[in-house]
């Protein structure tokens, strides 16, 4: 089968032709119809976080379906549009127990430490597959997985409530997601910070407030246009150090920013003025869970969450529309996601 892999740390990945998979009695062998190119595919090609064994398949985003079956695999018959949930855990650890599978003892990160959608097929742990209703396209399913996921996980963490604003930090995929569910949690205004008037415009389109940070501090444009009060909730989904310093900065009394981007960088905070005087708090939040798909998956069949067509562009399985894709996420793209269909 043809995979397009990461052989060397920074460099373009590579097509191969491998085998197909062989799949354990708990596991499930994907087709893949579609897999998303995720900004963290950036960070593995770079080395700024690591995708460990090289070679490695990447690709987290996957939707597929069921085309062999594990002899163990009670609850996904053969020809099941299912979807993967990227964490292959152990299910039996503390933390699996507690529905922290993100933090499992021996969890692996499909398509970073274990090889992923970027290939015609895919081999997954049973346990880590989620069936694909009928109404919701592979392509949407595939993106879902990732960027809506870590954007409710992030929003919940957050601990948005009703009538509360939220302030989403970067309009790619992960926001295009995270200003949908902020409104699904019941959220008040919704604030959508981009430097890209495309991207502006299309948050507008789903009913946010766009904040266009080219024009001047977003974190002072997010005051004004709250009275004063400043956001209840922020999101920060980029990884730069002035976008987690505005996200900090934007927050009102009680106010809870999530940091999401990944980054190696440093940003520095006014402790009095922007945490302790407003009992702010500055929470990570790291993938998602497993227990929070079964209500994206629900919002996505009924149109609460929706990835148009439209915002989506479709490549085909190989090295170099991939890399370009990649090269494209590194430096500002207008696509709010690209998706692999082999
Ligand atoms: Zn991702
Ligand atoms: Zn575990």
Redesign the pocket.
Known sequence: MKAVRLTEVGKPLRLENLPTPRIGPEEVLVRVQAAGICHSDVLYRAGISKASPLPMTLGHEIAGVAEEIGADVKDIAKGARVCVHYMA?????A??RAGH?QF????RMIGKQWDGGYAEFARIPARSLFLLPDEIPFVQGAVMMCSSATSLHALRKARLQRGESAAIFGFGGLGFSAVQLAKALGAGDVFAVDINAVKLRLAAGLGAIPIDAGQGDPAEQIREATHGRGADVALELIGKPETMDAAVRCLGRFGRVALVGLSRQSFAVAPYENVINKEAEIIGASDHLASEIPLLLEWARTGKLQIPAAVTRVIELDAEPVNETLDGLENGTNYVRTVIKP
């Open positions: 855990t152990c299910g039996r650890c933390y699996c599978e499992c003892a021996t969890g």
